[in-house]
C-alpha cells in the first residue's frame, strides 16, 4: 500500500496557529455538512462532521484536532440544529476519539497512508461505536454509522489520503 512522507506540524495551545488552523477545519465542518444535507440522509451516510476532524488532527496533532473535534458539532448545532442536542453526546464522543485516534498515528508513523487512514476511522468508529451504545442503551442505534455510514467512512479515509498527499506536494 502507497504510503506517503508528509510534512507534520503539532503547534501548542499557546501559538496563534492552533486557533487558526482549528477554525480553519471548523469552517470545513460546518460547510461540508451543509452540502451533504441537500441529499435524503446525507449526514448519515456521508459522516461530514468528521472529515475535517481527521485531516487536521492528522496534519496538525491533536490539539487543533481536539479543538476541531468538539467545535464543530457544538457550532453545527448551534447554528443549524444539526447534529440535534440529543446526538450531541455521541459525536463528540465520536469526534474526539477521532483527533486522538489520528494525532496518535500521524505522531507515531511520521507518514499518511490509506492502511492507516483505515486504521484510524476504524479505531475512533468501533470505540466510538461502543461509547455510543453505553450512552443510549441501544446497539441497533449505536450501529447506525456501520449500517449507513459506510460511504462516509470510505470518504474520510480516500479523500484524506488524497487531501494530505496534495497538501504535501
Known amino acids: 500500500m502507497e504510503s506517503t512522507s508528509v510534512k507534520l506540524y503539532a503547534p501548542g495551545y499557546a501559538e496563534k496557529r492552533t ?7 471548523v ?12 441529499w435524503p440522509q446525507g449526514g448519515m451516510t456521508w459522516l461530514p462532521i468528521y472529515f475535517f476532524t481527521l485531516v487536521g488532527a492528522y496534519k496538525y496533532g491533536w490539539r487543533v484536532g481536539l479543538l ?6 457544538l457550532v453545527n448545532s448551534a447554528l443549524f440544529g444539526m447534529p440535534a442536542p440529543a446526538v450531541l453526546p455521541a459525536i463528540l464522543l465520536k469526534s474526539v476519539l477521532l483527533a486522538g485516534a489520528a494525532g496518535w498515528a500521524a505522531a507515531r508513523f511520521r507518514r499518511v497512508s490509506l492502511g492507516l487512514l483505515l486504521a484510524v476511522v476504524l479505531a475512533y468508529q468501533v470505540a466510538g461505536t461502543l461509547g455510543e451504545w453505553a450512552l443510549a442503551g441501544d446497539l441497533r442505534l449505536a450501529l447506525q454509522d456501520f449500517r449507513v455510514g459506510l460511504p462516509g467512512m470510505a470518504l ?9 498527499k496534495l497538501w504535501s506536494k
Open 19 to 25: 486557533y487558526g488552523m482549528a477554525a480553519c477545519f
Open 27 to 38: 469552517a470545513g465542518n460546518v460547510l461540508l455538512p451543509q452540502l451533504c444535507h441537500l
Open 68 to 73: 476541531t473535534a468538539v467545535l464543530s458539532p
Open 156 to 164: 474520510q479515509v480516500v479523500g484524506g489520503y488524497g487531501l494530505m
